[in-house]
């Protein structure tokens, strides 16, 4: 018996110890480029010491292209995704609410199938999407553009609310809904006023996590912008690709602090679903 446990233990710890080198492996570039957006330098990976120069740089073309005393490609850019992203989530919030509602509600021989359908945007590789989805806008006929982009966002987003709010409703004590009806309430007042309350922390989860993946989305939205609707992630795609600047650095830690922020505030709103 102490065998099999000292075994054991060895087992997890070197489990642990992989576990803990794939995570040094995988935060410490993203821990780095966050130092250096705090560079003096303008060599954006030589260290000079630290400063705020950069994120001062950053802030003053942001105001410049607010006032338009100056233009900014990558102010403007930050503006398109902001703006995707919010649309996006308003769709996404939507129909993911939408269709896990009449998912739990109805029952129909196809619900199983309908159900798998809609989990194959969120496995399905994004080089793949991308593709299809622009095989699909010039078949239609569609000028590449914000709509292509919203539209392909929100095929890869909405599952994502619709996910968070079925699991919600997985725990829903049907009486709840057969209990306002029977104090007076009709059918869609009892949804509006008692389910859709109830399902709000999944609702809420599931809009901030489709902000962030539309936010930083950069596959789908590669093959589906039209030349006015780049979002920030393919401008800094772009930049990187001609040389490294310590702007980019400042840039993609203001970035990832963003898309963290969002990811923690989804995840503690979907904490309330238990």
């Known amino acids: ?13 070197l489990l642990g110890g992989w576990s803990g080198l794939v995570f040094l492996f995988l935060y410490i570039p993203i821990v780095l480029l966050i130092v250096y957006s705090f560079n003096a330098s303008k ?15 950053l802030g003053r073309e942001a ?12 102010v403007e850019s930050a503006i398109n995704s902001v703006t995707i992203a919010s649309i996006v989530t308003v769709f996404s919030v939507i129909l ?14 196809a619900l199983r199938s309908i159900t798998t359908l809609v989990y194959i945007p969120m496995i399905i590789p994004e080089i793949i999407m991308g593709i299809s989805l622009l095989i699909f ?41 057969e209990a306002a009806m029977d104090l007076g309430a009709t059918p869609m007042k009892a949804l509006f006023l008692v389910m859709v309350p109830y399902m709000m922390p999944a609702i809420i989860s599931g809009g ?7 936010l930083d989305e950069v596959i789908v939205t590669y093959f589906t912008r039209g030349p006015t609707s780049e979002t920030l992630p393919l401008r800094v795609y772009g930049l ?25 505030a989804a995840e503690s709103v979907k904490g309330l679903n238990k």
């Open 1 to 13: 018996m102490a065998r099999k446990l000292s075994g054991m233990r060895l087992l997890n710890l």
């Open 43 to 57: 060599m954006a990976i030589v260290w000079e010491g630290f400063s705020f120069k950069w994120y001062t740089a």
């Open 63 to 74: 105001l410049d292209h607010v006032s338009g005393t100056k233009r900014s490609p990558l």
């Open 96 to 109: 993911g609410t939408a269709g896990a509602w009449l998912l739990y509600r109805y029952k129909f021989p």
């Open 137 to 177: 806008f010039k078949a239609m006929s569609l000028t590449l553009g914000f709509t292509t982009v919203i539209i392909s966002h929100i095929t890869f987003c909405f599952p994502f609310v619709l996910i968070a709010v079925q699991a919600r409703l997985a725990g829903v004590d049907p009486a709840l809904e």
């Open 208 to 214: 901030l996590m489709a902000f962030t993946l539309s």
């Open 240 to 264: 990187a690709k001609v040389g490294l600047s310590p702007i980019l650095n400042t840039i993609s830690a203001v970035f990832i602090v963003v898309t963290v922020a969002l990811t923690v």
